[in-house]
């Protein structure tokens, strides 16, 4: 899609027109969802759309400082969770990526549970390759996320630390 600017068309923003939620309406997501959890005592939303929610607790990698975000796991293997960098099929990333990328030791809590020491890495090309259609069976809409954007989704493996 070109926007039109001084009469001339222009590339499109990333995510413009597509609905793509700006960070501050993701943060308010979160926002919510947490506080949801909380009031309900933990009783609901950990789990959405018969996926375990994550609370991954990344560092910042400008600020240094913790950042933390619920996501679904759509795949789990063993004690490892496996989370997708979508952003809802934005062209952009979103920031925890950049974060475990720069600091991968992270800090997990599944279901309310206590924080688990957890190492986070991108899935190798042979690894996306096994899992990618196995989450797009279960979970579709991840499919139509890689449909609406040209970046291959990362998929992020959160590994117990030893």
């Not at 926007?3 to 597509?18: I, L, N, Q, S």
């Not at 308010?28 to 949801?36: C, D, I, K, S």
């Not at 913790?66 to 796991?73: C, E, F, Y």
């Not at 952003?87 to 549970?113: I, M, Y």
Request: hydrophobic share 40%; glycine share 10%; net charge positive.
């Amino acid at each position: 899609m070109d926007v039109p600017v001084a009469g001339r068309a222009t590339p499109a923003p990333a995510g413009y027109g597509r609905g793509m939620p700006s960070d501050f309406a993701l943060k308010m997501m979160n926002l919510v969802h947490r506080t949801g959890i909380r009031l309900s005592f933990g009783r609901i939303g950990w789990r959405v759309r018969q996926m375990p929610v994550v609370e991954l607790t990344t560092v910042g990698r400008r600020t240094g400082l913790p950042r933390t975000v619920l996501l679904t796991s759509p795949l789990q293997l063993g004690a490892t969770y496996l989370v997708v960098a979508s952003r809802g099929g934005d062209d952009e990333p979103p920031s925890w990526l950049g974060n475990l990328r720069a600091h991968p030791k992270v800090s997990v809590s599944v279901g309310g549970a206590p924080k688990e020491a957890m190492t986070a890495r991108v899935a190798t090309p042979q690894e996306r390759a096994d899992f990618w259609p196995r989450i797009v069976a279960a979970q579709p809409f991840y499919g139509d996320y890689q449909k609406s954007t040209t970046r291959q989704i990362a998929l992020v493996l959160l590994e117990p630390d030893a």
